[in-house]
Protein backbone atom coordinates (compact mmCIF):
# COMPACT_ATOMS: atom_id res chain seq x y z
CA UNK A 1 0.00 0.00 0.00
CA UNK A 2 1.30 3.45 -1.06
CA UNK A 3 1.98 6.13 1.59
CA UNK A 4 -1.02 7.70 -0.32
CA UNK A 5 -3.19 5.32 -0.13
CA UNK A 6 -2.80 5.14 3.76
CA UNK A 7 -3.22 8.96 3.98
CA UNK A 8 -6.71 8.78 2.15
CA UNK A 9 -8.27 5.31 3.97
CA UNK A 10 -6.92 7.47 7.22
CA UNK A 11 -8.38 10.90 6.37
CA UNK A 12 -11.67 8.65 5.18
CA UNK A 13 -11.49 6.98 8.46
CA UNK A 14 -11.67 10.00 10.33
CA UNK A 15 -14.09 11.79 8.71
CA UNK A 16 -16.44 8.72 9.04
CA UNK A 17 -15.70 8.80 12.55
CA UNK A 18 -15.34 12.60 13.41
CA UNK A 19 -16.57 14.77 10.64
CA UNK A 20 -14.79 18.19 11.72
CA UNK A 21 -16.29 21.83 11.26
CA UNK A 22 -14.69 24.72 9.88
CA UNK A 23 -13.20 26.63 12.77
CA UNK A 24 -14.19 30.04 11.19
CA UNK A 25 -17.82 29.30 9.96
CA UNK A 26 -18.86 26.10 11.41
CA UNK A 27 -19.20 24.77 7.95
CA UNK A 28 -18.95 20.94 7.82
CA UNK A 29 -15.49 20.46 6.56
CA UNK A 30 -14.92 18.27 3.01
CA UNK A 31 -12.58 15.23 3.49
CA UNK A 32 -9.31 16.56 2.32
CA UNK A 33 -10.10 19.69 4.87
CA UNK A 34 -7.88 19.83 8.06
CA UNK A 35 -9.70 22.57 9.50
CA UNK A 36 -10.72 26.14 7.50
CA UNK A 37 -13.26 25.24 4.88
CA UNK A 38 -12.92 26.58 1.23
CA UNK A 39 -14.16 29.75 1.52
CA UNK A 40 -12.35 30.43 4.77
CA UNK A 41 -9.24 29.41 3.66
CA UNK A 42 -9.53 31.94 0.30
CA UNK A 43 -10.21 34.37 2.56
CA UNK A 44 -6.99 34.27 3.69
CA UNK A 45 -4.57 33.59 0.66
CA UNK A 46 -6.81 36.11 -1.74
CA UNK A 47 -4.52 39.15 -3.02
CA UNK A 48 -6.99 42.34 -2.71
CA UNK A 49 -4.26 44.49 -4.92
CA UNK A 50 -1.57 47.25 -5.07
CA UNK A 51 -0.06 48.51 -1.47
CA UNK A 52 2.09 51.40 -0.75
CA UNK A 53 5.77 49.83 -0.07
CA UNK A 54 5.74 51.66 2.98
CA UNK A 55 2.68 51.54 5.13
CA UNK A 56 0.64 48.78 3.29
CA UNK A 57 -2.31 50.83 2.77
CA UNK A 58 -4.02 50.35 -0.19
CA UNK A 59 -3.22 52.26 -3.24
CA UNK A 60 -4.05 53.04 -7.20
CA UNK A 61 -2.40 50.37 -9.71
CA UNK A 62 1.06 51.82 -10.74
CA UNK A 63 1.94 54.36 -8.11
CA UNK A 64 5.74 54.63 -7.31
CA UNK A 65 5.68 54.12 -3.24
CA UNK A 66 8.96 53.49 -2.51
CA UNK A 67 9.01 56.41 -0.34
CA UNK A 68 5.39 56.06 0.73
CA UNK A 69 2.16 57.18 -0.40
CA UNK A 70 0.62 60.56 0.01
CA UNK A 71 -1.51 58.96 3.30
CA UNK A 72 1.97 57.67 5.13
CA UNK A 73 4.31 59.98 3.34
CA UNK A 74 4.48 62.95 6.26
CA UNK A 75 4.61 60.26 8.73
CA UNK A 76 7.56 59.52 11.24
CA UNK A 77 7.28 56.24 12.80
CA UNK A 78 9.43 54.26 15.14
CA UNK A 79 9.31 51.41 12.35
CA UNK A 80 10.34 51.57 8.74
CA UNK A 81 7.99 49.37 6.84
CA UNK A 82 4.60 47.22 7.24
CA UNK A 83 3.50 44.35 5.49
CA UNK A 84 0.14 42.60 5.45
CA UNK A 85 -2.24 40.07 4.13
CA UNK A 86 -5.90 41.73 3.10
CA UNK A 87 -8.13 45.26 4.04
CA UNK A 88 -9.61 44.87 6.89
CA UNK A 89 -13.08 44.49 6.50
CA UNK A 90 -15.85 41.94 4.63
CA UNK A 91 -15.10 38.36 5.57
CA UNK A 92 -11.52 39.44 6.92
CA UNK A 93 -12.53 41.51 9.06
CA UNK A 94 -15.32 38.89 10.65
CA UNK A 95 -12.45 36.51 10.38
CA UNK A 96 -10.34 38.70 12.72
CA UNK A 97 -13.31 39.35 15.21
CA UNK A 98 -14.22 35.39 15.51
CA UNK A 99 -10.50 35.40 16.70
CA UNK A 100 -10.95 37.51 19.57
CA UNK A 101 -13.95 35.65 21.12
CA UNK A 102 -12.68 33.78 23.79
CA UNK A 103 -13.10 30.64 22.01
CA UNK A 104 -10.76 31.61 19.71
CA UNK A 105 -7.45 30.75 20.27
CA UNK A 106 -7.73 27.15 18.01
CA UNK A 107 -9.04 29.43 15.64
CA UNK A 108 -5.70 31.94 15.81
CA UNK A 109 -3.23 29.46 15.83
CA UNK A 110 -4.83 28.24 12.60
CA UNK A 111 -5.18 31.18 10.76
CA UNK A 112 -1.61 32.29 11.98
CA UNK A 113 0.12 29.22 10.26
CA UNK A 114 -1.74 30.15 6.98
CA UNK A 115 -1.28 33.82 7.47
CA UNK A 116 2.62 33.17 8.35
CA UNK A 117 3.30 31.02 4.97
CA UNK A 118 1.96 33.85 2.79
CA UNK A 119 3.96 36.32 5.01
CA UNK A 120 7.31 34.81 3.94
CA UNK A 121 7.10 36.01 0.20
CA UNK A 122 6.49 39.61 1.36
CA UNK A 123 9.47 39.45 3.73
CA UNK A 124 11.71 37.99 1.65
CA UNK A 125 14.87 39.81 0.75
CA UNK A 126 14.76 41.49 4.38
CA UNK A 127 17.13 40.11 7.19
CA UNK A 128 15.00 39.17 10.67
CA UNK A 129 16.67 37.79 13.38
CA UNK A 130 13.79 38.48 15.49
CA UNK A 131 9.64 38.24 16.01
CA UNK A 132 8.10 40.37 18.90
CA UNK A 133 4.15 39.91 19.30
CA UNK A 134 2.63 43.67 20.34
CA UNK A 135 1.34 42.67 24.19
CA UNK A 136 -1.81 42.90 25.49
CA UNK A 137 -2.10 44.80 28.73
CA UNK A 138 -2.05 42.10 31.10
CA UNK A 139 -5.54 42.01 32.58
CA UNK A 140 -6.50 42.43 28.86
CA UNK A 141 -5.05 39.17 28.48
CA UNK A 142 -6.31 37.68 31.76
CA UNK A 143 -10.23 39.00 30.30
CA UNK A 144 -9.44 37.20 26.74
CA UNK A 145 -7.15 34.41 27.66
CA UNK A 146 -4.89 34.97 24.86
CA UNK A 147 -3.35 36.79 22.69
CA UNK A 148 -3.85 37.13 19.16
CA UNK A 149 -0.74 39.10 18.22
CA UNK A 150 0.95 36.27 20.16
CA UNK A 151 -0.39 33.18 18.05
CA UNK A 152 0.43 35.32 15.10
CA UNK A 153 3.85 35.84 15.96
CA UNK A 154 4.81 32.10 17.29
CA UNK A 155 3.51 31.12 13.69
CA UNK A 156 5.64 33.64 11.92
CA UNK A 157 8.66 33.16 14.25
CA UNK A 158 8.44 28.79 13.18
CA UNK A 159 8.21 29.50 9.17
CA UNK A 160 11.03 32.37 9.53
CA UNK A 161 13.03 30.01 11.80
CA UNK A 162 13.97 32.44 14.00
CA UNK A 163 13.27 33.26 17.76
CA UNK A 164 9.59 34.72 18.99
CA UNK A 165 10.19 37.07 21.93
CA UNK A 166 6.92 36.84 23.74
CA UNK A 167 7.75 38.86 27.00
CA UNK A 168 10.58 41.71 26.57
CA UNK A 169 8.29 43.77 25.59
CA UNK A 170 4.82 44.60 27.79
CA UNK A 171 2.06 47.22 27.77
CA UNK A 172 1.84 49.00 30.83
CA UNK A 173 -1.42 50.71 30.45
CA UNK A 174 -4.57 49.33 30.00
CA UNK A 175 -6.45 51.96 27.82
CA UNK A 176 -9.21 51.65 26.87
CA UNK A 177 -10.15 50.51 23.03
CA UNK A 178 -9.36 52.67 19.96
CA UNK A 179 -12.10 51.80 17.59
CA UNK A 180 -14.42 54.73 18.49
CA UNK A 181 -11.06 57.81 18.71
CA UNK A 182 -9.68 59.80 16.12
CA UNK A 183 -6.43 59.62 14.77
CA UNK A 184 -5.03 62.15 17.27
CA UNK A 185 -7.02 60.59 20.58
CA UNK A 186 -5.49 57.42 19.14
CA UNK A 187 -1.88 59.00 19.49
CA UNK A 188 -2.62 60.40 22.80
CA UNK A 189 -3.91 56.86 24.34
CA UNK A 190 -1.14 54.78 23.39
CA UNK A 191 1.96 57.34 24.29
CA UNK A 192 4.43 55.58 26.26
CA UNK A 193 2.32 52.15 26.69
CA UNK A 194 4.51 49.83 26.32
CA UNK A 195 7.97 49.35 28.08
CA UNK A 196 10.68 47.12 26.96
CA UNK A 197 13.22 44.74 29.32
CA UNK A 198 16.60 46.03 29.97
CA UNK A 199 18.89 43.58 28.68
CA UNK A 200 20.97 43.95 24.95
CA UNK A 201 19.13 40.82 22.78
CA UNK A 202 17.64 43.00 20.44
CA UNK A 203 20.78 45.31 19.70
CA UNK A 204 21.83 45.41 16.15
CA UNK A 205 19.08 42.90 15.47
CA UNK A 206 16.32 42.79 12.74
CA UNK A 207 12.94 42.62 13.77
CA UNK A 208 9.73 41.79 12.96
CA UNK A 209 6.83 43.34 14.88
CA UNK A 210 3.61 41.39 14.53
CA UNK A 211 -0.16 43.05 15.45
CA UNK A 212 -3.90 41.59 13.72
CA UNK A 213 -4.50 44.94 12.53
CA UNK A 214 -3.12 48.39 11.79
CA UNK A 215 -5.69 51.36 11.24
CA UNK A 216 -3.35 54.75 12.02
CA UNK A 217 -0.01 52.82 12.72
CA UNK A 218 -0.19 54.89 16.33
CA UNK A 219 0.05 51.51 18.38
CA UNK A 220 2.60 49.94 15.99
CA UNK A 221 4.68 53.34 16.37
CA UNK A 222 4.41 53.34 20.24
CA UNK A 223 5.12 49.74 20.57
CA UNK A 224 8.21 49.81 18.40
CA UNK A 225 10.04 52.78 20.15
CA UNK A 226 11.10 50.77 23.28
CA UNK A 227 12.69 48.19 20.26
CA UNK A 228 14.20 51.34 18.43
CA UNK A 229 15.44 52.45 21.94
CA UNK A 230 17.05 49.08 22.81
CA UNK A 231 19.06 49.06 19.36
CA UNK A 232 17.43 47.33 16.75
CA UNK A 233 18.91 47.67 13.57
CA UNK A 234 15.17 47.22 11.80
CA UNK A 235 11.78 47.07 12.52
CA UNK A 236 9.40 45.58 10.15
CA UNK A 237 5.32 45.77 10.78
CA UNK A 238 3.57 42.55 10.17
CA UNK A 239 -0.31 42.39 10.18
CA UNK A 240 -2.97 40.33 8.81
CA UNK A 241 -4.86 43.31 7.72
CA UNK A 242 -4.51 47.29 7.69
CA UNK A 243 -7.56 49.22 7.72
CA UNK A 244 -7.70 50.69 4.07
ZN1 LIG B 1 -15.27 28.25 6.92
ZN1 LIG C 1 1.79 54.62 2.47
Redesign the pocket.
Known sequence: MTAQWAKTIGQALRYWLLPGA?L??H?LLAIDQES??T??DRILTSDDGPVCHRCSGSVGAGLDTSTGCHQCRQERWNFDRVVRLGTYGGPLRDLLLRMKQPSGESLAEVVGRRWAEQMCPKLAGNRMDLVVPVPLHRRRQRERGFNVAECLAVALAEKLGVACLTTWLRRVRHDPPQTDLSPTQRRANVRGAFVGRSDHRLRGKSIVLVDDVLTTGSTAHEAARPLRDAGAASIIVAVVAHGR
Open positions: CACRLCEC
